[in-house]
Every structure is written in structure tokens, then in C-alpha cells.
């Protein structure tokens, strides 16, 4: 077997590692001593994997020095359990360190069983690798891949094709959109809007770091939402609108984008129409937030409570009655009409 830095792993640490593989751990720490890969520790599990992470994970890591953390999922695959791999390399540890944990790297996944291995996650602050950190490391990778260069040019070039008049018989061209992140503020208020501790989150796109930011969580009831619609800059908003129907009391998660028109500069439309969106993508598919209705408005003048309740529960149209022929005209039909053929002439 060979090994990028001719590090191999002990055996105690091979021991551990066949053991892991049937459940018996739910954490394996790992370091480099004395060029050798070996053991800093184990926990068992006793809970459900993202119960104990952040309390058996975190107490673990240095401030300066890398280390290797191997986490147990309760999930499997045709191998086994399903692991996470978190390679720790802190920014202050020292560079010969880092360099020696990289280079080893794909030494211990070997030695581990890299089918076992579900997720690769790389962190230099504490925050990547919590609990969040790991959640948002998923919704990332859920996300689409950043464009090339060229992948770039030919999105703009659609998006000057893109049909500005809209009729019954056009359609409009639209863009699979842009994903940009959610802040970890905005993460956390759309997490306490689906435990219901908020009725309310407006987010907004910070331009700079390309991402999508916390705005606002104010309480809000239905006739607050017109205040809360800016009239000079565009917002996506989540609203808990409660309500009665048919004599069952609702609560409904209503998506409202906000666009008010040309008073926002020509890119600022363009980012908040492309990201729109996967942002309802990743709110429904990863949160699993269900959204009721979702609605684009230019100013928040018409969200009142009956219009509200009309979006979300629709008024169903009566069937068109089948066309009715007209009745001939009263009284005595008239004469009965004869008509010849060609050859009743010569009969005559």
C-alpha cells in the first residue's frame, strides 16, 4: 500500500476503524504523531446523530492545531453506516502542520473505507464545522454550480433575448436563476419562522457578498403588511397568515416578492427576478417550509385581509352551461319544403 507521505495508521486505529464500520461509535478522532496516524479519542452514540453533534464535536477541536474528526449519520448505504469527514485545519495552526494534515488527507479516507464516507467537509473556523455549519455546507451543495465564463456570456445573451411584451399567445422566457446563499442570520430566522416563534421574515440580497441577508422579523399582522413593503428597493417576504376556513383555523405560509418597478437600478432587478426562484427552492426542499401561495406585487397597497384570503383560497368557477340551441318561433310551423333532384324533371 502506498502512502502520499508515507504515513500509515497504527494499529489500535485500524482496530477502531473496523469496529466503526459495524455502528459501535458514533465519533473517531484522529491525529498525527510521531508520523503516524492514531488515536484522540471516541464517543459512543446514545441519541439521535444531530443531538449529540455539536456536543461531542466541538469540545474536541483545538484552536492550532488540525486533527481529523470522523462522524457517524444514523443513515446507510450498501457498505454500512454513512460517515461525515471533517478535516479541521484551523487558521492558526502552523503551515507545516496544514501542509502534512492535507497531504494525509487521502491516506486515512483509504485506510477508513471512503464508500463510507457521505460527506467531506473542510473547516478553518469553528463555524463551518458546527452543526449549522454542516447544514449549510448541504444547502450549498444543493445549490447549482457557479457558471464558467462562457456559461456566463451565453446567460446574458438570453437574458437580452428575453420577450418584453407578454400577450395570450407569447410566452415569457425565463432563467433557471442565480443561488446565492443564505446569510446565517437569515438561515436562523427562517428556522424560528417554521417553528412558528415568528409570524414574519423579510430578507433582502446583499450585493457585495453576493448573498441573501436578514432584513426584518417584526411582528406582523395582515394590516401591518402594507408598512412593511418598501416603495424604492425590492424584498422577498415570508407571512404567517392566520386565518379561518370553512370553520378550520389556518395558518399559511405566504411567499410575497416585491418589485417596485423602475425605481430599482436595472441589475438589482435582474439579481432579485434570478434569485427568486432557488431561494423558494431551498426554503421548500430543505427547510420544508410549504409555501401556500406565492405572489409579486409592486407595492403593498392591495394586501388586505380579503385579498389575501382570496389567493389562497380561490373562489371556483362554475362550469359554463353547454350552448342551449334556439327554440323555432311559436305558433303553426310553416309549409313543408320539397326539393327535386336532377332527374325528377324528365318524370314530369
Known sequence: ????????????????????????????KIDIQNEQLVLGGTKKASKNWDQEYDGYVMPLLQDDMPSYLLYRLDSTNSQGYEWIFL?????????????????????????????????????TSMDDVTLHG?????????????????????????LNEVQTEVSTETKQQTLQGVAFPMQRDAMQAMERFKARKINYVQLE?????????????????????????????????????????????????????????????IRERMLYSSCKNPLIETVEANLRIQIAKKLEIDNGDELTDDFLYEEVHPKQQAHKQA??????????????????????????
Open 87 to 123: 478535516a479541521w485545519s484551523p487558521d492558526r495552526s502552523p503551515v507545516r502542520q496544514k501542509m502534512l494534515y492535507a497531504a494525509t488527507r487521502a491516506t486515512l479516507k483509504k485506510e477508513f473505507g471512503g464508500g463510507h464516507i457521505k460527506d467531506e467537509v473542510f473547516g
Open 134 to 158: 454542516y447544514k449549510q455546507f448541504l444547502i450549498s451543495q444543493a445549490a447549482p454550480k457557479p457558471l464558467t465564463a462562457a456559461e456566463e456570456e451565453l446567460r446574458q445573451i438570453k
Open 205 to 265: 440580497i446583499d450585493f457585495p457578498k453576493e448573498s441573501i441577508k436578514l432584513s426584518s422579523t417584526a411582528p406582523t399582522e395582515v394590516k401591518d403588511l402594507p408598512r412593511r413593503i418598501p416603495r424604492d428597493a425590492a424584498r422577498y417576504h415570508f407571512f404567517l397568515y392566520k386565518h379561518s376556513h370553512e370553520g378550520d383555523y389556518l395558518e399559511s405560509t405566504i411567499f410575497i416578492y416585491s418589485m417596485p418597478g423602475y425605481k430599482c437600478s
Open 323 to 348: 350552448f342551449a340551441k334556439p327554440k323555432g318561433p311559436a305558433g303553426k310551423k310553416g309549409g313543408r319544403r320539397i326539393t327535386r333532384t336532377p332527374g325528377d324533371e324528365d318524370l314530369d
Open 1 to 28: 500500500m502506498s502512502h502520499q507521505t508515507g504515513i500509515q495508521a497504527t494499529r489500535e486505529v485500524r482496530e477502531v476503524f473496523a469496529k466503526a464500520r459495524n455502528g459501535d461509535y458514533r465519533l473517531i
